[in-house]
């Protein structure tokens, strides 16, 4: 179970995240929509610790971290936790100056300390498992958008974390390249890989999602199935938003 209880996170005087409190099971998929500035990019950041959030708790498996005092955040329950997680970034952030194959493998030796020939070995199958088998030795700049986000999907996975985070993974793609993408992460989610994802895509959301959350202003507007949340929202706020949406689509 993952489980996040009362997430707080202020930038200066800014309250972004006002509690945030949800449970989520192995296995399923949590798509997270809201309006621009609700606090969705905070909320994964958070997940993983690049920021650390003012109070709160946040629990992966037997990994719980209480962020009440984060003078005393024990180093090694924060190393866990990032290595719980793997992110998939808007902006794909591969390093230009390796190859598909030499990003994947990089966690894996660095983080993890596996054997070159090990990590190697896992990045050729992870390569495969996202269509790019016959990709292993190019480099970022001679990648189309879908593709580099796909190697990017391959390095989240490669240090095996228990939950994936995609902070709108397909925003920057052209619309074109967008459902490679999409049917990369359909597949995992098929395979029972447990993922956190934060998209405008909201026929994929419907698709995909096990459970949907709206946000707005730092809070959680509304949570429940897809039918749920997108077909029945029981705030007129969501309404709003959503409306505002289809309007955008037709
Ligand atoms: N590092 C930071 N320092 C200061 N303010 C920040 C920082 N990161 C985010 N914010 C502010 O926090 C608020 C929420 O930002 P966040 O990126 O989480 O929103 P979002 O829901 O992901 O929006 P979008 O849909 O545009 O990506 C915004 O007002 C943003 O300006
Ligand atoms: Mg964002």
Same mark, same amino acid.
Not at 110 to 139: C, F, M, W
Not at 205 to 214: G, N, P, R, S, Y
């Given at each position: 179970? !993952?489980? !996040?209880?009362?997430?707080?996170?202020?930038?200066?005087?800014?309250?972004?995240?006002?509690?945030?409190?949800? %449970?989520?099971?192995?296995?399923?998929?949590?798509?997270?929509?809201?309006?621009?500035?609700?606090?969705?990019? #905070?909320?994964?950041?958070?997940?993983?610790?690049?920021?650390? $959030?003012?109070?709160?708790?946040?629990?992966?498996?037997?990994?719980?971290?209480?962020?009440?005092?984060?003078?005393?955040?024990?180093?090694?329950?924060?190393?866990?936790?990032?290595?719980? #997680?793997?992110?998939?970034?808007?902006?794909?952030?591969?390093?230009?100056?390796?190859?598909?194959? @030499?990003?994947?493998?990089?966690?894996? /030796?660095?983080?993890?300390?596996?054997?070159?020939?090990?990590?190697?070995?896992?990045?050729?199958?992870?390569?495969?498992? /996202?269509?790019?088998?016959?990709?292993?030795?190019?480099? $970022?700049?001679?990648?189309?958008? @879908?593709?580099? *986000?796909?190697?990017?999907?391959?390095?989240?996975?490669?240090? *095996?974390?228990?939950?994936?985070?995609?902070?709108?993974? #397909?925003?920057?793609?052209? $619309?074109?390249?967008?459902?490679?993408?999409?049917?990369?992460?359909? *597949?995992?989610?098929?395979?029972?890989?447990?993922?956190?994802?934060?998209?405008?895509?909201?026929?994929?959301?419907?698709?995909?999602?096990? #459970?949907?959350?709206?946000?707005? @202003?730092?809070? !959680?507007?509304?949570? @429940?199935?897809?039918?749920?949340?997108? %077909?029945? $929202?029981?705030? *007129?706020?969501?309404?709003?938003?959503?409306?505002?949406?289809?309007?955008?689509?037709?």
């Amino acid at each position: 179970m !993952i489980e !996040i209880q009362d997430l707080h996170k202020s930038f200066g005087g800014l309250e972004v995240l006002k509690g945030i409190s949800l %449970k989520h099971a192995h296995g399923k998929v949590l798509v997270v929509i809201g309006p621009s500035g609700s606090g969705k990019t #905070t909320l994964l950041r958070c997940f993983n610790l690049l920021e650390i $959030p003012d109070r709160g708790t946040i629990t992966v498996g037997e990994t719980e971290l209480d962020f009440t005092d984060s003078r005393k955040l024990p180093l090694g329950k924060v190393l866990e936790l990032r290595r719980k #997680t793997g992110m998939v970034f808007q902006s794909y952030n591969l390093f230009p100056h390796m190859t598909a194959l @030499g990003n994947v493998m990089e966690g894996q /030796v660095t983080v993890q300390k596996r054997s070159r020939e090990e990590a190697r070995k896992l990045a050729l199958e992870l390569l495969e498992k /996202v269509g790019l088998g016959d990709k292993a030795d190019a480099y $970022p700049h001679q990648l189309s958008g @879908g593709q580099q *986000q796909r190697v990017g999907i391959a390095r989240a996975m490669a240090t *095996q974390p228990e939950v994936l985070l995609f902070d709108e993974p #397909t925003s920057a793609l052209d $619309p074109e390249l967008v459902g490679e993408v999409l049917k990369v992460i359909k *597949q995992l989610a098929a395979e029972g890989m447990t993922m956190v994802i934060v998209t405008h895509e909201m026929k994929f959301a419907a698709d995909v999602a096990d #459970t949907i959350i709206l946000m707005d @202003g730092g809070h !959680i507007l509304e949570q @429940g199935t897809p039918e749920e949340v997108l %077909k029945h $929202p029981r705030s *007129q706020r969501a309404r709003q938003f959503l409306n505002r949406l289809n309007g955008e689509e037709e």
